[in-house]
């Protein structure tokens, strides 16, 4: 399995993650009364549409297209609507101390008395990427704690990487069949839409 990074210079004309999530409900036969239930396992999705790529970037997304080999390979992926952070995300961040698990996080190394993330951003540690559900500001000493959605898979080791500038997921094509049309005119793309998903266990 090859895997490889989106190329910087293509934007899509549109874009849409969201987090698929796994629970249950468990309704009462006798009263109603129900449960609900979170299974680990959430992954993301991500639908991407183009128009009109020039000849240049649209051979790029082709070729990229050909190298994926349909579900074969991956694909490092960020959200190109929030590529950078609205926090101001200073400093060298790293995990401060672990291991560490579930939806929070202790970092250390941010820069001092700022604020590093807002409600809406992501963040990737690893290989995965997360997306953060309060804001966080570091005190003093330059730490703070993450508070986002989903849990962390693997668990985090003092010292990992933050990583806050086009923070990526590890995706892959979500079929056999995404391909573009092609178009005989000079714009060699036409509008289309590529769907992914995550490789939670990539």
Same mark, same amino acid.
């Given at each position: 399995?090859?895997?490889?990074?989106?190329?910087?210079?293509?934007?899509?004309?549109?874009?849409?993650?969201?987090?698929?999530?796994?629970?249950?409900?468990?309704? @009462? %036969?006798? =009263?109603?009364?129900?449960?609900?239930?979170?299974?680990?396992?959430?992954?993301?999705?991500? @639908?991407?549409?183009?128009?009109?790529?020039?000849?240049?970037?649209?051979?790029?997304?082709?070729?990229?297209?050909?190298?994926?080999?349909?579900?074969? =390979?991956?694909?490092?992926?960020?959200?190109?609507?929030?590529?950078?952070?609205?926090?101001?995300?200073?400093?060298?961040?790293?995990?401060?101390?672990?291991?560490?698990?579930?939806?929070?996080?202790?970092?250390?190394?941010?820069?001092?008395?700022?604020?590093?993330?807002?409600?809406?951003?992501?963040?990737?540690?690893?290989?995965?990427?997360?997306?953060?559900?309060?804001?966080?500001?570091?005190?003093?000493?330059?730490?703070?704690?993450?508070?986002?959605?989903? @849990?962390?898979? =693997?668990?985090?080791?003092?010292?990992?990487?933050?990583?806050?500038?086009? %923070?990526?997921?590890?995706?892959?094509?979500?079929?056999?069949?995404?391909?573009?049309?092609?178009?005989?005119?000079?714009?060699?793309?036409? @509008?289309?839409?590529?769907?992914?998903?995550?490789?939670?266990?990539?």
């Amino acid at each position: 399995m090859s895997v490889f990074t989106f190329p910087d210079g293509i934007y899509p004309t549109s874009c849409d993650w969201r987090l698929k999530t796994r629970s249950a409900v468990f309704e @009462s %036969p006798f =009263n109603g009364g129900i449960q609900t239930l979170e299974y680990p396992g959430a992954y993301w999705e991500a @639908s991407l549409a183009f128009d009109n790529l020039n000849k240049a970037r649209a051979t790029e997304l082709d070729v990229l297209l050909l190298k994926l080999a349909g579900m074969a =390979n991956r694909l490092w992926l960020w959200d190109h609507a929030f590529a950078m952070p609205n926090g101001l995300a200073g400093g060298t961040p790293v995990v401060d101390g672990g291991p560490q698990t579930g939806k929070s996080l202790a970092i250390r190394g941010c820069a001092a008395s700022q604020l590093f993330l807002v409600a809406g951003d992501y963040f990737q540690l690893g290989s995965q990427l997360f997306r953060m559900t309060e804001d966080a500001t570091a005190d003093a000493s330059g730490r703070t704690t993450l508070v986002f959605e989903s @849990s962390i898979r =693997n668990a985090a080791t003092d010292g990992a990487t933050i990583v806050t500038t086009k %923070p990526k997921a590890l995706m892959m094509l979500a079929d056999d069949n995404q391909a573009p049309r092609r178009s005989g005119r000079r714009l060699v793309l036409s @509008s289309f839409t590529l769907k992914f998903r995550e490789d939670i266990y990539g």
